[in-house]
């Protein structure tokens, strides 16, 4: 069995290094032949002239992957999925889903491409809710509520993909199913650091009552920290940051207190992908083509617990044979939750 994963990256990205790795673990553990192609670099996700030239050299070779495992990284499905489908190669989407417009051009899986054959995605609107609510409550816990009695909250949002308008679709609800919280306003800061620095900046100063700054990803959420500090703000204290991606300073700035919560895990859907793909292989058809992964939220009650996965030497004491349903098919549904995989660390 042939697998080849499309890195949107390369191995020093934060998010897609790691993921890339704790999918060459899996497949070791499967007995999965995988190759793992680089297509873009850690300052930049490759575009979809990048994306098309790779899935082109990959159709062109003489014993082409069994399946293949693609991103929708800079909207660059549209182009990669057809490819390779129409090849004859068995394709899977992970990570970043397809905007709405997206959706309608490929359709769903199977439907307007026989070997487009599933997806497995993060599901952004629970991250975007769940992390407000660890914010809205961490605020109330320590009575930061404004003269209204309502907690405030401001935000800092991507760029125009799905996932940041989901995330931020789930923050929106949870803001209008609670009549205690506010949502002054959202703003976007393109996932930039520096551009965070400067959007908090402007909204702390015209929303001085709000003690929430939502964050939909960890870099957002670390600028967002620091101007905080720098207005005489105090993280964890009178003001309650955090972000998603469990990027690499995130537990050093949970353990800090500089951050609340940082949402995470989804870095394992590559290795969840491939476990779906060898059940597939070996006979076992998908039950849904359209499948969600789960969020975990480390705080600093469970910091150390969420450090043990984060510990890449820990990966070879995995067995992702206990996930597979063609090895044990007593199981009667997939479980890909972190806690599932701690148990063996």
Same mark, same amino acid.
């Given at each position: 069995?042939?697998?080849?994963?499309?890195? /949107?990256?390369?191995?020093?990205?934060?998010?897609?290094?790691?993921? %890339?790795?704790?999918? =060459?673990?899996?497949?070791?553990?499967?007995?999965?032949?995988?190759?793992?192609?680089?297509? $873009?670099?850690?300052?930049?996700?490759?575009?979809?002239? #990048?994306?098309?030239?790779?899935?082109?050299?990959?159709?062109?070779?003489?014993?082409?992957?069994?399946? %293949?495992?693609?991103?929708?990284?800079?909207?660059?499905?549209?182009?990669?999925? /057809?490819?390779?489908?129409?090849?004859?190669?068995?394709?899977?989407?992970?990570?970043?889903?397809?905007?709405?417009?997206?959706?309608?051009?490929?359709?769903?899986?199977? #439907? =307007?491409?026989?070997?487009?054959?599933?997806?497995? !995605?993060?599901?952004?609107?629970?991250?975007?809710?769940? *992390?407000?609510?660890?914010?809205?409550?961490?605020?109330?816990?320590?009575? =930061?509520?404004?003269?209204?009695?309502?907690?405030?909250?401001? $935000?800092?949002?991507?760029? #125009?993909?799905?996932?940041?308008?989901?995330?931020?679709?789930?923050?929106?609800?949870?803001?209008?199913?609670?009549?205690?919280?506010?949502?002054?306003?959202?703003?976007?800061?393109?996932?930039?650091?520096?551009?965070?620095?400067?959007?908090?900046?402007?909204?702390? #100063?015209?929303? /001085?009552?709000?003690?929430?700054?939502?964050?939909?990803?960890?870099?957002?959420?670390?600028?967002?920290?620091?101007?905080?500090?720098? *207005?005489?703000?105090?993280? $964890?204290?009178?003001?309650?940051?955090?972000?998603?991606?469990?990027?690499?300073?995130?537990?050093? =700035?949970?353990?800090?207190?500089?951050?609340?919560?940082? !949402?995470?895990?989804?870095?394992?859907?590559?290795?969840?992908?491939?476990?779906?793909?060898?059940?597939?292989?070996?006979?076992? /058809?998908?039950?849904?083509?359209?499948?969600?992964?789960?969020? %975990?939220?480390?705080?600093?009650?469970?910091?150390?617990?969420?450090?043990?996965?984060?510990?890449?030497?820990?990966?070879?004491?995995?067995?992702?044979?206990?996930?597979?349903?063609?090895?044990?098919?007593? !199981?009667?549904?997939?479980?890909?939750?972190?806690?599932?995989?701690?148990?063996?660390?």
């Amino acid at each position: 069995m042939r697998v080849c994963l499309l890195n /949107p990256a390369n191995d020093n990205d934060a998010f897609f290094g790691r993921m %890339a790795r704790f999918t =060459k673990a899996a497949a070791r553990s499967l007995g999965v032949e995988l190759e793992v192609m680089e297509c $873009g670099d850690a300052e930049q996700a490759a575009d979809t002239e #990048q994306m098309t030239r790779i899935a082109q050299e990959l159709v062109s070779r003489p014993l082409r992957p069994h399946y %293949a495992i693609v991103s929708n990284t800079r909207f660059t499905a549209l182009a990669t999925v /057809p490819l390779l489908a129409s090849a004859g190669i068995r394709t899977f989407l992970i990570t970043e889903g397809l905007f709405f417009a997206e959706r309608r051009e490929l359709g769903e899986p199977g #439907q =307007k491409h026989p070997n487009w054959i599933g997806e497995l !995605l993060p599901d952004d609107e629970q991250a975007g809710e769940r *992390l407000g609510s660890v914010l809205v409550e961490a605020a109330r816990a320590h009575g =930061k509520v404004a003269a209204d009695g309502k907690v405030h909250v401001v $935000g800092l949002n991507g760029t #125009q993909t799905i996932a940041s308008v989901m995330r931020y679709k789930g923050l929106k609800d949870l803001a209008a199913s609670r009549d205690g919280v506010t949502l002054n306003e959202v703003l976007p800061a393109l996932w930039s650091h520096s551009e965070a620095k400067r959007i908090t900046r402007d909204l702390m #100063q015209r929303f /001085p009552e709000a003690t929430v700054i939502w964050a939909a990803n960890d870099t957002m959420a670390l600028g967002a920290a620091e101007v905080s500090e720098e *207005l005489g703000r105090h993280p $964890g204290t009178d003001v309650f940051v955090g972000g998603i991606d469990w990027a690499p300073f995130a537990f050093e =700035k949970i353990e800090e207190g500089v951050f609340t919560v940082s !949402l995470g895990g989804h870095f394992m859907d590559g290795a969840w992908a491939l476990t779906m793909l060898h059940d597939h292989h070996h006979g076992r /058809p998908f039950e849904d083509t359209r499948s969600r992964s789960t969020w %975990a939220a480390a705080t600093a009650e469970n910091l150390a617990t969420y450090r043990r996965l984060y510990d890449e030497t820990r990966w070879s004491s995995i067995d992702f044979t206990r996930f597979s349903r063609v090895k044990r098919p007593e !199981l009667e549904a997939y479980d890909f939750s972190v806690d599932s995989v701690l148990k063996q660390l």
